[in-house]
């Protein structure tokens, strides 16, 4: 295990006999093994290019079973003038080679850092790898797109809570108390606070409706879009979803301002300028004549296409705003009229970007994100096109 081969001292019970001569001798050739040791240790020392060597030579030196303990342990055998000698050059030996290690070993983890730096350099001038980096939701594209469409149009951007109260969500837009149009809307209540009245999660958009004319005088111009919910989940439901809204409010507007302004929108929208639409009598509580919108459609051949063919596909729900809606919110009737009107964000994504099931919109699938997803970079504009 040893490569240097060293002599071990003669010990007192040596058979030889101890004259002063013969003791020096010894001593001296110890000393020179000793320095031999020491030279051979310093350049494997010095010759370890690794820590895994360098602690090789550590327990062959100094290990347990190593030179320099074995060495040590003689001196218990040694006469005291061979100690007196010995003990200090074997001391001062143990710790000049325990320093060199020490000295050597962080060399070496100096330069391993050094390697590891080197190696993992990133050059930040390098363009980016090319990995995927994040795109815009469809839902953020198309109600960016309708934003656009409607700024063009000359309509204002409002927001509202999706924590509304009672009034707001329904007794202003003229649904009685116990009207069965609450439940119809399969409402999200909060527990009914210390005053009794209880909040809710909007089930459309129609109160931003009331928070504008509340606090604003008209005329109004405005559209607000956000999230919505219901109590309701299947293949064409989720219980959050997105709506987005419609409001005029002026001394003249018409049923035919209504109609002229939702068809323009929906044009823009499908970007197909042909677009044929049909109004249909509904039923809302906040509007009177109240009116659902369809678009022709083809489901011939197994896909959806918008804009000609045979069928007819209901996209949004419109009419003259109620003069009950009016007065809570402190316009008179007889000066203010409106039209309102509100669909879902959602459908008209799905629609024009031909995605089949509503519930991936909300699934976070990184798949379904970077297939529907849109690039941040292109935003939609008029000029090059909205879609
Ligand atoms: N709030 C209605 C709904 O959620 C849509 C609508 C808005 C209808 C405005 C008429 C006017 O179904």
Redesign the pocket.
């Known amino acids: 295990m040893n490569r240097t081969p060293l002599s071990q001292p003669t010990s007192r019970s040596d058979s030889s006999p101890v004259n002063g001569g013969a003791k020096g001798r010894l001593m001296t050739s110890q000393t020179s093994d000793l320095d031999t040791f020491e030279h051979e240790t310093r350049a494997r020392i010095a010759a370890s290019t690794d820590e895994a060597a360098l602690e090789a030579v550590r327990v062959e030196a100094l290990g347990k079973q190593g030179a320099l303990p074995g060495l040590m342990r003689t001196l218990g055998q040694m006469s005291p003038q061979e100690r007196a000698v010995m003990g200090p050059r074997l001391n001062g030996l143990r710790d000049s080679i325990v320093e060199a290690i020490a000295v050597k070993r962080a060399a070496l983890a100096e330069a391993a850092l050094e390697a590891r730096l080197k190696a993992e350099a990133v050059d930040v001038t390098l363009p980016a790898p090319p990995a995927y980096r994040g795109a815009i939701h469809p839902i953020s594209r198309v109600m960016e797109e309708l934003a656009r469409i409607c700024g063009e149009m000359g309509f204002t951007l409002e927001e509202g809570p999706d924590i509304e109260t009672d009034f707001n969500n329904f007794t202003a837009?003229n649904f009685p108390e116990k009207h069965p149009a609450r439940d119809m809307?399969d409402t999200f209540f909060f527990h009914p606070g210390p005053d009794g009245t209880r909040r809710l999660l909007r089930?459309?958009?129609?109160p931003v409706?009331v928070r504008t004319m509340l606090k604003q005088k008209p005329p109004i111009r405005m559209i607000c879009q956000g999230r919505?919910y219901r109590c309701d989940s299947d293949a064409t439901h989720t219980p959050m979803f997105h709506?987005m809204?419609?409001?005029v409010i002026d001394r003249t507007t018409n049923m035919a301002d209504l109609k002229g302004t939702v068809t323009a929108l929906v044009r823009a929208f499908f970007e197909v300028d042909e677009l044929i639409v049909r109004f249909r009598p509904?039923f809302?509580p906040?509007?009177e004549p109240?009116?659902?919108m369809d678009v022709r459609c083809d489901r011939s051949g197994g896909q959806l296409k918008i804009g000609t063919g045979a069928d007819w596909l209901e996209i949004?729900?419109?009419?003259m705003?109620h003069p009950n809606v009016l007065r809570a919110c402190g316009l008179d009737p007889e000066e203010w009229q409106g039209?309102?009107?509100?669909?879902?964000v959602d459908r008209m994504a799905m629609l024009k970007y031909a995605i089949p099931d509503l519930r991936d919109m909300f699934a976070n699938d990184v798949r379904w994100l970077r297939h529907y997803g849109f690039s941040p970079y292109v935003l939609p504009g008029l000029a090059e096109g909205v879609g």
């Open positions: 837009l809307h089930t459309h958009t129609s409706q919505t709506q809204e419609g409001l509904h809302f906040f509007t109240s009116a659902e949004l729900g419109c009419g705003v039209y309102a009107f509100g669909f879902g």
